[in-house]
Structures are given as C-alpha cells and as structure tokens.
C-alpha cells in the first residue's frame, strides 16, 4: 500500500506542475481583475500539488498505517469506477461530435444510473434540470458560449 501511496503523490504533483506549465501561456486576469483563461486549471493544477504534498506528509507523520491493507482493483466498486472514468472519456468525445445539450442529455441519466438511480422519472428530469440550468447560467449570466458539435461550427 506505502508503494501506490507513494505512486499517487508523485503522480499528482507531477500532474499538478503539467498542468500549471501547459496554462502558463495563458491570460491570469484582465484589466479589470476578471480572471481569464489560467484560473481554473491553476487552481486545480495547485490543488493536485497540494494534495499530492499531503499524501507524502502522511506517508511520513504515519508510515506504519496503511502498511497492511492491500490493494483490490479488481473490485466491484473499482471496476464501477473505471466504467464511469470510460463513460466520462465517452462523454469528451460526444461533446465534440454531438455539442454541449446532447451530450450531457446523454452523460448525465447514465452516469446517473451506473450510481445506482433507477427511478424512470429522476433519470428523465435530471439531465433536462442539469441542461437547463447550466445552459442559462453560462449563455445568459456569465455570456460565455458552450461547447458547439464540430458539425455545427
């Protein structure tokens, strides 16, 4: 266990310095203070980092805890997140062949039912509430456009 807790700080530290170089070309903020394209995976690439540093300052506060507890990937619950992770991976593709709506009217119920929801009503009602709600939060409030299907550009 001490060996992939080690594994996974040093890969999200690693991924965390990818991130903050890959956006370092990018604007911080503009002449108004309004923060602009680096923001977001500043703040995420920071936090990978960070949480990468307190992995490692765990592993050495209290290296005899996990020391013992093996590690299944061959789980259920294990095997139900890969599945996720590749739906997810499913649901970048569809955004550039299908747009944002459709696929997110898509992503969102079988996200929904590979988490255990099976009622036929919450799996047709979240994904209308989850489009609609995105949709007039970024084209009417923050007058941002959303990702357009690459047959429609």
């Not at 765990?58 to 590690?71: A, I, M």
Request: charged fraction near 10%; include cysteine; glycine fraction near 8%.
């Amino acid at each position: 266990m001490k060996r992939c807790n080690v594994a996974v700080a040093i890969v999200s530290i690693a991924l965390g310095i990818l991130i903050l170089w890959l956006s370092s070309d990018l604007s911080g903020y503009d002449e108004h203070g309004v923060p602009g394209e680096r923001y977001w995976p500043a703040i995420i690439a920071w936090l990978l980092v960070g949480l990468g540093l307190l992995q490692f300052l765990e592993l050495w506060t209290t290296p005899g805890t996990n020391r013992d507890k093996p590690v299944d990937l061959h789980s259920p619950a294990v095997r139900l997140a890969y599945l996720g992770a590749s739906v997810s991976v499913l649901y970048g593709i569809l955004l550039l062949g299908a747009g944002f709506e459709l696929a997110t009217l898509v992503f969102v119920p079988v996200l929904m039912r590979l988490m255990g929801e099976r009622r036929i009503i919450a799996l047709t009602v979240a994904p209308i509430v989850v489009v609609g709600t995105i949709y007039i939060f970024f084209t009417q409030v923050f007058n941002t456009t959303l990702p357009v299907s690459v047959f429609f550009e």
